[in-house]
C-alpha cells in the first residue's frame, strides 16, 4: 500500500496547524499530526479514500484540532473535548468552511474519546477515534510500515505525560470540565488519588512507546 505521508496544503490546513503549533504543547502538537497520519493510513487500509464521507481536509481538521481543548486557548470551563470542538468549528467558520463540513468536525472531536458512539457517527468519526488511538498503540499492525518515519517527522517528546498534564490541568479548573466519568474528571481524580493515571500506566506497554 503506497501511503503518501505528506500533510495537506493551502489556507486551511496552515491555519490549523499554526494555531495547534501556538497553543499546544509540542508533544501535544506532534499527537495531533500523528493523528491524522495513522487516520489516513487507516482509511486506506479499509478502502475508504474513495468513499463519498471520505474529506482529506476535513479529516486533517479534526485530527489535527481534535485536543485543542488541551491547549492555552481552552478555558477549562466544560470538557476538554466540546471545547476543542467550539475553538476548531470557529476557526473553520473564519475560514468560510459549509456549516454542516463544521458540524462533522465538531462531532468527530468532541466524541474521540467516547468509544462505542464515535464508531457509528460515520466516517470522519471513526477515522478521528482510530487515528488517536492509534497513536496509543491501538492495531499498531496495520501503521508498523510507517510508524518510524512518522515518528522521525514528528518525535513523541513524552508525549502521555505532556497530554495528561494539559488534560488534568483543565479539568481542575472547574466542576464542568472534570464531569464524572469523562476523561477530563477520570484523568483528574486517579492523578489526586494515586499520583499516575492508567493511561500513564498504560504507555508502558504502547508498542511505539510513550
Known sequence: MDISLDLPTGPLAE?????VRASEAPPVANHSVRSFLFAEILAAHEGCLEDAAY????????????????????PGAA????????LAAELLRRHDVPEGDVDRVWEAIALHTSPGIAERRGLLCHLTREGVG???????????????????????????????????????????ASVRYSLGGELLRERRADGVTGLERAAASCPWGE
Not at 470538557?79 to 467550539?86: H, I, K, L, M, N
Not at 510508524?147 to 502521555?160: N, T, Y
Open 134 to 176: 492509534a497513536d496509543f498503540g491501538r492495531n499498531a499492525a496495520i501503521f508498523a510500515p510507517w510508524e518510524k518515519r512518522i515518528h522521525a517527522a514528528h518525535p513523541r517528546l513524552s508525549m502521555v505525560r505532556a497530554l495528561v498534564d494539559a488534560i488534568v490541568e483543565r479539568a481542575a479548573r472547574s466542576d464542568a
Open 55 to 74: 474529506d482529506r481536509d476535513l479529516l486533517f481538521a479534526a485530527t489535527v484540532l481534535h485536543d485543542l481543548g488541551a491547549g492555552d486557548l481552552a
Open 79 to 86: 470538557r476538554f473535548e466540546v471545547e476543542g470542538a467550539d
Open 15 to 19: 491555519a490549523v496547524l499554526a494555531t
